[in-house]
């Protein structure tokens, strides 16, 4: 999902600049699994709102609790990097009163669960666009970006994406729109503050026989600068670039009704990190 530029100051989201090209192999007899397309203006906007989880979730997930574990050891100097930045603390990201711990690792949790909620399929439908910005966005901000995501999802880039005018999939499709953290980076961080970057995977597509928009695979980055305020992090400013993107592998491109069966068995992850 691309933010387009930086919304420091205006608070909107911009054009959607980037194409992903994603290409699949010709397969007869599966126009889903053959089709070759590229991702314009699509993929980029809805990257662009790309990124959450339901807090209500990934509290239920933290206060489950766990047992406290050593911290892991400091890899030696010119070793390879060790598994330090993704081992688990110890730490439990969410506390019983607060959405995210107020720390370093707080923050990047929020970022990586903010990227799953707005890279969402619930982001096309109005009801529940307006509660997860009501629930990651700082207060001064919510209506600044609620006004700039009323006007990015139109019926028009509904329909580009291949949904109806309301954002509803077609009859006998299955609409696909999912944001994965791949990892985070602390940019900057201050007692009240944080901006983190997020490397992201995400879906797009219609999952279905002759669909015109099969679904595919992107890469890109989200920096989120975050604020501490009402006892939890919130986002400030969101913007995105591409990659980085790994060599395509050799995996043969699935067909419409195995992506269909896979995203209505997988569920998407509630809480990451």
């Known amino acids: 999902m691309t933010l387009g530029d930086d919304h420091e100051t205006s608070g909107g989201y911009g054009g959607t600049g980037h194409t992903r090209t994603t290409r699949l192999p010709d397969r007869a007899g599966d126009v889903y699994g053959g089709a070759r397309r590229g991702r314009g203006s699509s993929r980029s906007l809805v990257t662009v709102v790309g990124v959450i989880v339901l807090l209500i979730a990934a509290i239920a997930f933290a206060n489950r609790g766990g047992d406290d574990t050593p911290s892991t050891k400091t890899d030696k100097a010119g070793s390879l990097p060790g598994a330090a930045s993704t081992a688990a603390s110890g730490k439990k990201p969410v506390q019983s009163n607060s959405g995210f711990a107020h720390d370093e690792q707080g923050a990047q949790s929020a970022a990586a669960n903010y990227a799953v909620a707005l890279g969402s399929a619930d982001m096309f439908d109005k009801a529940k666009r307006d509660a ?10 919510v ?15 509904n329909k580009n994406v ?56 992107s890469w890109f980055t989200i920096t989120m600068k975050l604020e501490w305020t009402g006892n939890d992090w919130k986002i400030v400013t969101h913007s995105q670039k591409d990659g980085p993107a790994p060599v395509p592998g050799d995996e043969r491109a699935s067909s419409a009704d195995e992506m269909a069966k896979a995203v209505q068995e997988y569920g998407g992850f509630t809480y990451a990190r």
């Open 132 to 141: 997860i910005l009501q629930a990651i966005i700082t207060p001064s901000r």
């Open 143 to 157: 209506s600044a970006f609620d006004a700039a995501l009323d006007k990015a999802y139109t019926p028009e880039f």
């Open 162 to 217: 291949g949904l109806s005018p309301n954002g509803s999939a077609p009859s006998g499709y299955t609409f696909v729109s999912r944001t994965s953290p791949i990892g985070t980076k602390l940019a900057q961080s201050s007692a009240n503050t944080a901006t983190v970057e997020v490397w992201c995977s995400g879906l797009l597509g219609l999952a279905g026989e002759n669909s015109t928009n099969p679904v595919t695979n």
